[in-house]
């Protein structure tokens, strides 16, 4: 599956983006799919998952209930509602599919990310 996110841009602390993530081919819903994210300067770490129907969801503690993973399996898309936002939620976002049940990729493969930019 290719993947490619956007969505990303400039925004205010306490503001709000939604990030898309476009998936080609009609593999995408057999996959859970997460997001992941790399501040300057430190590793890519995870932030997000959904399962196959987005009936489960899971997040990292820096960003539960402020963020809100969803997908739309009929267009092949994965979303990140992101809210509340703040500088350390600055970095390059990218999706992936993941490893049912857990935080980690399941393939060592990146599409184009889209960077978030939170100002203080």
């Known amino acids: 599956v290719q993947l490619q996110a956007s969505g990303g841009g400039l925004v205010q602390a306490g503001g709000s983006l939604r990030l898309s993530c476009a998936a080609s081919?009609?593999?995408?819903?057999?996959?859970?799919m997460g997001w992941f994210r790399q501040a300057p300067g430190k590793e890519r770490a995870f932030v997000s998952a959904?399962?196959?129907?987005?009936?489960?969801?899971y997040y990292a503690d820096s960003v539960k209930g402020r963020f809100t993973i969803s997908r739309d399996n009929a267009k092949n898309t994965l979303y990140l509602q992101m809210n509340s936002l703040k500088p350390e939620d600055t970095g390059v976002y990218y999706c992936?599919?993941?490893?049912?049940?857990?935080?980690?990729?399941?393939?060592?493969?990146w599409g184009k990310g889209t960077l978030v930019t939170v100002s203080s």
């Open positions: 992936a599919p993941v490893v049912a049940g857990s935080a980690d990729p399941r393939y060592d493969y």
């Open positions: 081919g009609r593999t995408f819903r057999s996959y859970y």
């Open positions: 959904i399962s196959w129907s987005g009936d489960s969801t």
